[in-house]
């Protein structure tokens, strides 16, 4: 019912910036959020960042703090995840997420494929 498609990722170097973008179709509900997940190989799941659409607050990951921002587009049903400062840990595939706000860490209801960032030494 919901699609959610990530886009923006590649390859930077150290301390440049890139900036991804997850649409989101299907039926659409109130009180709902969106977020950024990462994941490493070999390493779990790790939540970035979350925006709730009504009053559009956010949340923030410790790692991520001060360097990534997340923001909304209502008009296009599209959330951004603005990463500058960026340090080869960072490297993983980003997932963007949606669905009813229950937390910022979730649990969330649907899903995008991901997107890879890899950022070099």
């Known amino acids: 019912q919901v699609q959610l498609v990530e886009s923006g990722g590649g390859l930077v170097q150290a301390g440049g910036s890139l900036r991804l973008s997850c649409v989101m179709s299907?039926?659409?509900?109130?009180?709902?959020?969106m977020g950024w997940f990462r994941q490493a190989p070999g390493k779990e799941r790790e939540f970035v960042a979350g925006?709730?659409?009504?009053?559009?607050?956010?949340y923030y990951g410790d790692s991520v703090k001060g360097r990534f921002t997340i923001s909304k587009d209502i008009f296009k049903n599209t959330a951004y995840l603005q990463m500058n400062s960026l340090r080869p840990e960072d490297t993983a595939v980003y997932y963007c997420?949606?669905?009813?706000?229950?937390?910022?860490?979730?649990?969330?209801?649907?899903w995008g494929q991901g997107t890879q960032v890899i950022v070099s030494s």
């Open positions: 925006i709730r659409w009504i009053g559009a607050s956010t």
């Open positions: 997420a949606a669905g009813y706000f229950r937390t910022y860490l979730g649990p969330y209801d649907y």
């Open positions: 299907g039926r659409t509900f109130s009180n709902y959020a």
